[in-house]
């Protein structure tokens, strides 16, 4: 058993791929193939599945990934102790993130990080918050941050910031308001421009009116759009009116593109969070980037 074969033996599993598995490791198919076949022939046991159409563990196969990641952690440790001692850390974080924290939150804090680790690279995959979760918990990225959170017991949460949604309109339409905010009813009058399914956004606005006695049955959709920046020029162009994070159309408004109302006596806030999974591993250089995220954003470290 060698170093080699531990590594493709735990890209095969967090892919669940044979294929994806080689792409990671800038291998052939059939060099991960020969590397599986020849551990468990050094093991004198079967560690995969190759019956279903995507590659699973047996139970052999589990037990050996929880030490091949052990094994592995501990190498990547010697590396990044002997680096870190002469001075230079470096290695890939990989991210997923949802659209608004992609855009208005992780890059002043990977500027603050850079300064610091700048030979270290990031893969940043963005995702809705649904998916984000989903790519975390298969181990195909190590963090994310998203804006809505998903019952499930395996995923971290941590509070990063506080935003709020603001009904955006063209510049040139004025609605009937009281110190900027409008009657719930008046959304009814209007075209309504909406995130794609499983975003927080979106999620955020249904369940909030739906807690208002409002069915989103009663808006006229217009386009379901997944990018942020898409909905914001949607809007300036008079296409429709959206609901987006203040944070994000702050740009617009100071250059009176469009305008914002709030909907009385309703409050459409969220947080946005850091999330990872329980059940991972951290290598020294992950460790090292949640430690600074959290003095970063001033949060308590939740795990060593």
Do not use: W
């Not at 009116?209 to 997944?226: G, M, P, R, T, Y």
């Amino acid at each position: 058993m060698d170093f080699k074969q531990l590594e493709v033996f735990v890209a095969v599993s967090k892919h669940q791929s044979f294929s994806k598995a080689a792409r990671e490791l800038f291998l052939t198919q059939p060099t991960v193939s020969s590397h599986i076949q020849n551990l468990e022939k050094e093991l004198d046991t079967i560690l995969v599945n190759r019956n279903n159409k995507n590659i699973t563990l047996t139970k052999s196969g589990e037990i050996l990934y929880n030490h091949a990641i052990y094994i592995l952690n501990n190498c990547k440790k010697a590396v990044y102790d002997i680096k870190e001692y002469a001075g230079k850390i470096e290695g890939i974080i990989d991210l997923a993130c949802s659209s608004i924290p992609e855009t208005y939150i992780l890059p002043n804090f990977l500027k603050s990080f850079s300064s610091t680790y700048p030979d270290v690279k990031f893969s940043i995959s963005h995702y809705d918050s649904q998916y984000a979760i989903s790519e975390i918990l298969n181990e195909r990225v190590s963090f994310g941050l998203v804006g809505s959170k998903i019952n499930n017991t395996q995923i971290e949460y941590m509070d990063l910031i506080d935003d709020e949604l603001v009904l955006i309109t063209p510049f040139n339409l004025e609605l009937p308001n009281i110190n900027g905010s409008i009657d719930i009813n008046e959304l009814t009058n209007l075209k309504l421009i909406m995130r794609k399914e499983g975003s927080g956004t979106r999620n955020l606005i249904v369940n909030t009116l739906k807690q208002n006695n409002f069915s989103i049955d009663k808006l006229s959709i217009l386009a379901h759009v997944e990018s942020n920046e898409s909905i914001k020029e949607m809007v300036r162009l008079g296409l429709g009116v959206s609901f987006i994070s203040y944070a994000s159309c702050i740009d617009y408004l100071n250059s009176n593109k469009i305008r914002y109302y709030k909907i009385n006596n309703i409050e459409f806030k969220r947080k946005f969070y850091f999330v990872y999974s329980k059940k991972k591993i951290f290598n020294p250089l992950e460790d090292k980037f949640l430690t600074k995220l959290c003095e970063y954003f001033e949060l308590e470290k939740n795990r060593h």
